[in-house]
């Protein structure tokens, strides 16, 4: 036996897992070479010294201080990638298409003056505009979630609504120029409402749904 061939088997004889034949050839080449003996020795000294380390347990500062940094990098790769964007950008999308053909099969003055009636004066001015608004947000980030079928994390479920209003803002306050500034603020409210309703409380209640129907 040469010294590579038996310094790679010292843990395994250190363990006692070493087969006879192997253990035989180990002991005889040790009784010839020193270098072997010393190398041996000195693991043998350290497999002692593991044997009797004890376990530290932490202190709970120092694991909710871990706990901390561990979100902080799970939302700072979340939020301040672009990799992390990614997954939310299809379903947002989506999301604007169905708002936008939403606002053509029932348009925002329409469906203002629905809700004009439906309240009856019961609610300010400001108010009927958030309830057309929440409309157009809850419906379409709603469906799509139901569309994806299966339970998505929470971030993902925020970072939609998120995408979502970016995409559409500039088409409904478009749409909403000959408003005055409470009625369009309410629809922009009501609007970004309806989308993080859609997104993140609906949706996820109804893929939990289909996650167990499944």
Same mark, same amino acid.
């Given at each position: 036996?040469?010294?590579? *061939? ?44 593991? %044997? ?10 120092? %694991? ?6 561990? /979100? ?22 989506? %999301? =604007? ?19 004009? /009636?439906? =309240? ?16 157009? #947000? ?47 603020? %309410?629809?922009?409210? #009501? ?10 409380? =609906?949706? *996820? ?10």
């Amino acid at each position: 036996m040469e010294c590579r *061939q038996a310094s790679e088997i010292f843990a395994s004889y250190l363990s006692d897992e070493l087969a006879p034949t192997e253990r035989g050839e180990l002991l005889t080449h040790l009784d010839t070479c020193p270098s072997c003996r010393a190398e041996l020795a000195g693991l043998k000294e350290m497999w002692i010294l593991l %044997g009797q380390w004890r376990d530290v347990e932490p202190h709970p500062a120092i %694991g909710r201080r871990l706990h901390r940094q561990v /979100r902080w990098l799970v939302a700072r790769d979340a939020f301040l990638s672009l990799k992390g964007w990614t997954p939310s950008l299809v379903p947002a999308a989506l %999301g =604007v298409l169905l708002s936008v053909g939403l606002s053509f099969l029932m348009p925002y003055d329409a469906l203002i003056e629905i809700c004009r /009636r439906a =309240v009856g004066g019961l609610v300010p001015e400001p108010g009927v505009f958030l309830m057309a608004g929440l409309t157009y #947000g809850l419906l379409p980030l709603a469906m799509v979630m139901w569309l994806s079928g299966r339970r998505r994390p929470v971030l993902w479920r925020m970072k939609s609504p998120l995408l979502f209003l970016v995409l559409i803002s500039p088409y409904a306050i478009f749409q909403c120029l000959h408003f005055p500034g409470p009625a369009l603020a %309410g629809f922009l409210m #009501g609007l970004s409402f309806g989308a993080f309703l859609g997104g993140v409380a =609906v949706g *996820q209640r109804w893929g939990n749904r289909m996650t167990c129907e499944r």
